[in-house]
């Protein structure tokens, strides 16, 4: 029985300590490599016009049986 009580007590304070360390990371806003990796999208660069797509070419050529695409 003292396994079961000793088992549930670390889950609950490996619990809490996860919960402490990560709102206090959050609080400091330490960056890590993941967040860093996104960098490039926060700015909203994504967010400007598109480029049109250039038209597609209209060969006037006849396809022939024999051709590979």
Same mark, same amino acid.
Do not use: R, S, W, Y
């Given at each position: 029985?003292?396994?079961i009580f000793l088992t549930?007590? !670390?889950s609950a304070v !490996?619990?809490?300590? !996860?919960?402490?360390f990560f709102l206090r990371m959050r609080?400091?806003?330490?960056s890590c490599a993941d967040q860093d990796?996104?960098?490039p999208f926060r700015d909203g660069e994504?967010?400007?016009p598109t480029a %049109?797509?250039?038209p597609l070419s209209t060969d006037? %050529?006849?396809a022939h049986p024999n051709d590979q695409r």
């Open positions: 029985m003292e396994v549930t007590l !670390f !490996f619990a809490i300590l !996860f919960l402490l609080q400091n806003e330490d990796a996104l960098i994504l967010d400007g %049109k797509p250039a006037q %050529k006849p």
